[in-house]
């Protein structure tokens, strides 16, 4: 078991946080869920060993969300910006740091595609799209 340090923030700067952790799985989850919460294709998790987070600065702007169906779904945010955070999950068995978060290359590669049948009719055909540096003329 490797310990390893990610450090991250919110988009405006307010949040910023460390965990020293160790990495189980990293995700891209496609569940309905998942793409409501980030408004996209899917969500970047990084799930960890439960672990406290050592937040550096904002903590007074960190929201949770539970959303109150069957599943089991947390959303951690800056209140600010709405940038997701780190959370543990409902349990307490897992830790879990959104990619998309972190500040620079952590080094991890994604394990799985999860839930791949609930994934956006149109996910697929986007990955063959051009691609561009910014904007297209």
Same mark, same amino acid.
């Given at each position: 078991?490797?310990?390893?340090?990610?450090?991250?923030? %919110?988009?405006?700067?307010?949040?910023?946080? /460390?965990? #020293?952790?160790?990495?189980?799985?990293?995700?891209?989850?496609?569940?309905?869920?998942?793409?409501?919460?980030?408004?996209?294709?899917?969500?970047? #998790?990084?799930? =960890?060993?439960?672990?406290?987070?050592?937040?550096?600065?904002?903590?007074?702007?960190?929201? /949770?969300?539970?959303?109150?169906?069957?599943?089991?779904? =947390?959303?951690?945010? %800056?209140?600010?910006?709405?940038?997701?955070?780190?959370?543990? #999950?409902?349990?307490?068995?897992?830790?879990?740091?959104?990619?998309?978060?972190?500040?620079?290359? %952590?080094?991890?590669?994604?394990? #799985?595609?999860?839930?791949?049948?609930?994934?956006?009719?149109?996910?697929?055909?986007?990955?063959?799209?051009?691609?561009?540096?910014?904007?297209?003329?």
């Amino acid at each position: 078991m490797i310990l390893t340090e990610l450090t991250g923030s %919110c988009l405006c700067g307010s949040v910023k946080y /460390r965990v #020293n952790t160790v990495v189980h799985k990293f995700y891209f989850c496609h569940c309905e869920q998942c793409r409501k919460i980030t408004g996209s294709a899917f969500a970047s #998790n990084i799930l =960890t060993e439960p672990s406290e987070i050592n937040w550096l600065s904002g903590s007074k702007k960190i929201k /949770r969300f539970d959303y109150p169906g069957e599943k089991s779904y =947390t959303k951690v945010f %800056c209140s600010e910006c709405g940038s997701g955070l780190p959370f543990l #999950n409902e349990r307490g068995t897992t830790l879990i740091v959104p990619a998309g978060s972190l500040d620079g290359d %952590c080094g991890l590669i994604p394990d #799985n595609n999860i839930f791949w049948s609930d994934k956006a009719a149109w996910y697929e055909e986007g990955i063959s799209a051009e691609k561009c540096d910014e904007f297209p003329a």
